[in-house]
């Protein structure tokens, strides 16, 4: 049954930089004829090729993230479309929309995203491993500067700042080490781990609650994003996920990474945004797109 498209008032979403989402987007076509609900799908990008464009009412070309005028520019299109609901769909656009919450609010339009401090947390891979360690969560050794004594390799480097997994890479040697460091930005040297990894969409309300977690076994992975997968329930994988959404007092969805080493989650990396894998969590039976339009929709 529908929300009663009658009485209520149109609900339109604006997501950012929407790249190749196209099936998020259809995802979220698919809940406004379930609910039976009004509004239109909005999105903004830097190139008018991006393939998800195809997929929206209306779409946007916007300036860069970094670009002092981007926060303004959305807000301008916030208050010229009514836009309801907004969710930045890359890394590098979370901790600038949550800074720009207020601007962005200001005509009535919500924010699906985590506040600024956690957005600064997640941003920094440094700091995830510091707020997961202080959550009580396994991690895997960390070091942002070698220490004095001899490390077991093999290793893992990436940079403090990134995403979708790029700049990443496994090291078995002193040598391999060594050049790794030169040419990665800001290094983060971790310790290996050899289990399966798994992703875990967590469905957040935007007050805060925590609705639902999905966690797939990434089986196939395509541009740092998940292609192929299959769904699994771990336990400690959930307490884990519901554990970190608290602490960040998230709103909206995050995505949980972590390594499941000898059956223990070992928690990695938290993207404060839809995952690449959402679909699969809706065939596996947990509607997030619905469940924003609805609260959205009040």
């Known amino acids: 049954m529908g929300l009663g498209q009658n009485r209520l008032k ?23 004829s379930e609910l039976g609900l009004k509004g239109s799908i909005l999105a903004t990008d830097i190139d008018p090729l991006a393939p998800a464009l195809t997929e929206v009412d209306r779409y946007f070309l916007v300036p860069r993230v970094d670009d002092p005028e981007y926060i303004p520019a959305l807000a301008e299109i916030c208050r ?12 590098p656009d979370v901790p600038v ?6 601007l962005l609010e200001e005509s009535g339009a919500s924010l699906a995203a985590v506040p600024a ?36 390799f093999p290793l893992f480097v990436k940079p403090r700042i990134g995403s979708a997994g790029r700049g990443g890479q496994k090291v078995g040697t002193q040598a391999e080490l060594r050049l790794a460091l030169r040419r990665t930005p800001e290094p983060l040297v971790q310790q290996y781990l050899t289990g399966p990894e798994v992703t875990s969409d967590v469905s957040c ?5 925590v ?24 336990e400690e994988i959930l307490a ?33 945004r839809f995952g690449g894998g959402l679909p699969l969590g809706i065939a596996a039976g947990v509607p997030s797109p619905r469940g924003y339009l609805a609260q959205a929709a009040g």
């Open 240 to 272: 884990g996920c519901v554990t970190i959404a608290r602490e960040l007092q998230a709103r909206g969805p995050i995505t949980v990474q972590c390594i499941l080493q000898d059956g223990r989650p070992y928690f990695t990396e938290i993207n404060a």
């Open 205 to 209: 309300g935007l007050d805060g609650r």
């Open 97 to 102: 929309l949550a800074e720009g919450r207020e």
């Open 117 to 152: 401090t956690a957005a600064r947390i997640v941003h920094d891979k440094w700091k995830t491993y510091q707020f997961l360690r202080s959550a009580g969560l396994s991690v895997p050794k960390s070091w942002k500067s070698l220490p004095s004594r001899k490390l077991g």
């Open 80 to 91: 010229s479309e009514a836009v309801r609901l907004i969710f930045p769909l890359i890394d």
């Open 10 to 32: 149109p609900v339109n979403v604006l997501f950012t930089s929407v790249g190749r989402r196209v099936e998020l987007m259809r995802a979220f076509r698919q809940a406004y």
């Open 211 to 234: 609705w639902a977690v999905v966690s797939r076994q990434r089986i196939e992975v395509r541009w740092g994003e998940v292609a192929k997968g299959v769904t699994i329930l771990n």
